[in-house]
């Protein structure tokens, strides 16, 4: 059962904008990700470098 305290906060941080990160940041933890072995994170910054429209 979710606390009203808990609910709260999660709309505070659903109104606040996100940065904008550096395609040469995103790259270079997609590689990170990729080197570990971490699977979710190369869908995660894959999928942020395909939003911020890198290589068009």
């Known amino acids: ?3 009203p305290t808990e ?3 999660l709309e505070r ?3 606040r904008p996100v ?3 550096p395609a040469a940041v995103l790259l270079a933890c997609l590689t990170a990700a990729y080197a570990t ?3 979710h994170g190369v869908r ?4 942020a470098l395909a939003r911020k429209g ?3």
């Open 44 to 47: 995660l910054f894959s999928r």
């Open 7 to 9: 609910q709260r906060a």
């Open 37 to 39: 072995g971490d699977r």
């Open 19 to 21: 940065p904008d990160v």
């Open 13 to 15: 941080v659903a109104r």
């Open 54 to 56: 890198v290589g068009r």
């Open 1 to 3: 059962m979710p606390r």
